[in-house]
T-cell receptor, first 115, second 117 residues
Framework: DTEVTQTPKHLVMGMTNKKSLKCEQH?????MYWYKQKAKKPPELMFV???????INESVPSRFSPECPNSSLLNLHLHALQPEDSALYLC??????????????FGDGTRLSIL | AQTVTQSQPEMSVQEAETVTLSCTYD???????LFWYKQPPSRQMILVIR??????QNATENRFSVNFQKAAKSFSLKISDSQLGDAAMYFC??????????????FGQGTILTVHP
């Protein structure tokens, strides 16, 4: 079973729509991550939250807006996306962001298609 | 900047045989962590094995083991007694020491492993 839960599993949206991706973990982890992954490519880091504060933004376009309402929940708000934003969006968590040997635990991802 | 290189885009193995996936990395740090993740078609990234750079002993997890050569900056994954369920894309990943990197992972390009019955 996946300890990091992502919803929805699939999402199709038009370029003018507003939608949100949700990620939830109940492992008590305090670091959470959003990745974008294209087919047969490695995940690309988008955002890192540490103790509910945005710690890293990898120069992601403003049409992607992350939110961390509490230590268990991470959202990614989407608005005015482009066709090239179609990808698998992965969420991950780790106990903290500062101890190196703690692996990240990944969710199953949301497959996003932009029409 | 750290880089991770997986030179084998695709590999194949017969069921029950052994296969080795290669990974090299570049870093100026002396303390760091290395991981192998597996991503089957089901999409979830699953941790296979991890290695701390300060440990000389190679990590082992059941049928999975690594050959960690710190001086050569090499971190290969050996899968013994391959099973059909091992078929997946395998990513090698580097993580620097703790602190302001917030656990950021640098991934290699991945190796697609096919297991033949």
């Amino acid at each position: 079973d996946t300890e990091v839960t992502q919803t929805p599993k699939h999402l199709v949206m038009g370029m003018t729509n507003k939608k949100s991706l949700k990620c939830e973990q109940h492992m008590g982890h305090r670091a959470m991550y959003w990745y974008k992954q294209k087919a047969k490519k490695p995940p690309e880091l988008m955002f890192v939250y540490s103790y509910e504060k945005l710690s890293i933004n990898e120069s992601v376009p403003s049409r992607f807006s992350p939110e961390c309402p509490n230590s268990s929940l991470l959202n990614l708000h989407l608005h005015a996306l482009q066709p090239e934003d179609s990808a698998l969006y992965l969420c991950a968590s780790s106990p903290t962001g500062t101890s190196g040997n703690q692996p990240q635990h990944f969710g199953d991802g949301t497959r996003l298609s932009i029409l | 900047a750290q880089t991770v290189t997986q030179s084998q885009p695709e590999m194949s193995v017969q069921e029950a045989e052994t296969v080795t996936l290669s990974c090299t990395y570049d870093t100026s740090e002396s303390d760091y962590y290395l991981f192998w993740y597996k991503q089957p078609p089901s999409r979830q990234m699953i941790l296979v094995i991890r290695q701390e750079a300060y440990k000389q002993q190679n990590a082992t997890e059941n049928r999975f083991s690594v050959n960690f050569q710190k001086a050569a900056k090499s971190f290969s994954l050996k899968i013994s007694d391959s099973q059909l369920g091992d078929a997946a894309m395998y990513f090698c990943a580097y993580r620097g020491p703790g602190g302001t990197s917030y656990g950021k992972l640098t991934f290699g390009q991945g190796t697609i492993l096919t297991v033949h019955p």
